[in-house]
């Protein structure tokens, strides 16, 4: 049973595209993140979402949007996909958003070209 | 708090030896301190954690210290071995307490 799962594992496309990155959760837990990983290993907080709701949203472009159509899946949609965009992009959840163990999804390294 | 300040960024040492990889936090509430390990093309996941009501907790070969009143804690690695190697991050709350913010990492090399 994967706790955490996130789908493409692999995303190449061109600049320009728009692409989505899907990610579901099957441990019950009500918070939901998404994190950016860059070249220099670097763990980025993006979004965060709590029952649904949107609770953080980092410095990040507005060409990203999160979608979170029930507790148990948050999905990231990029519009206009530049090169600096590359990079891996887990999923995560935990119960109580900042005192429990995150759980991590598998990753998608997205490469844009 | 927003600030999660994680050292060394690498470290090797040699197989059989010791290693320590210090965090230190800004937010006085903080009360629950993780480390995670990332293996090369795998994902983050916990590997030891504490709360703030004790000072030390081990697990086989890796303990984690916490100074609550220098705002530090650190992940020690004893008899080290090569599939030790991996990123080490430590992690905090954001101020608002509504994610964890990772340390920047710790690349561990081991070497036989």
């Known amino acids: 049973d994967t706790a955490v799962s996130q789908t493409p594992k692999y995303l190449v496309t061109q600049m320009g595209n728009d692409k989505s990155i899907k990610c579901e959760q099957n441990?019950?837990?009500?918070?939901m993140y998404w994190y950016k990983q860059d070249s220099k290993k670097f763990l980025k907080i993006m979004f965060s979402?709590?029952?649904?709701?949107?609770?953080i949203n980092e410095t990040v472009p507005n060409r990203f949007s999160p979608k979170s159509p029930d507790k148990a899946h948050l999905n990231l949609h990029i519009n206009s996909l530049e090169l600096g965009d590359s990079a891996v992009y887990f999923c995560?959840?935990?119960?109580?958003?900042?005192?429990?163990?995150?759980?991590f999804g598998q990753g998608t390294r997205l490469t844009v070209v | 708090g927003e600030n999660v300040e994680q050292h060394p960024s690498t470290l090797s040492v040699q197989e059989g030896d010791s290693a320590v990889i210090k965090c230190t936090y800004s937010?006085?509430?903080?009360?629950?301190f993780p480390w995670y390990k990332q293996e090369l093309g795998k994902r983050p996941q916990l590997i030891i954690d504490?709360?703030?009501?004790?000072g030390e907790k081990k697990d086989q070969r890796i303990a984690v210290t916490l100074n609550k009143t220098a705002k530090h804690f650190s992940l020690h690695i004893t008899e080290t071995q090569p599939e030790d190697s991996a990123v080490y991050f430590c992690?905090?709350?954001?101020?608002?307490?509504?994610?964890?913010?990772f340390g920047k990492g710790t690349t561990l090399s081991v070497s036989s």
């Open positions: 441990l019950g837990h009500d918070t």
């Open positions: 995560a959840s935990s119960q109580i958003q900042t005192n429990t163990e995150a759980f």
């Open positions: 979402y709590n029952n649904k709701e949107l609770i």
């Open positions: 937010d006085s509430a903080s009360n629950y």
């Open positions: 992690a905090g709350p954001n101020q608002a307490g509504t994610a964890l913010i």
């Open positions: 504490i709360r703030s009501n004790v």
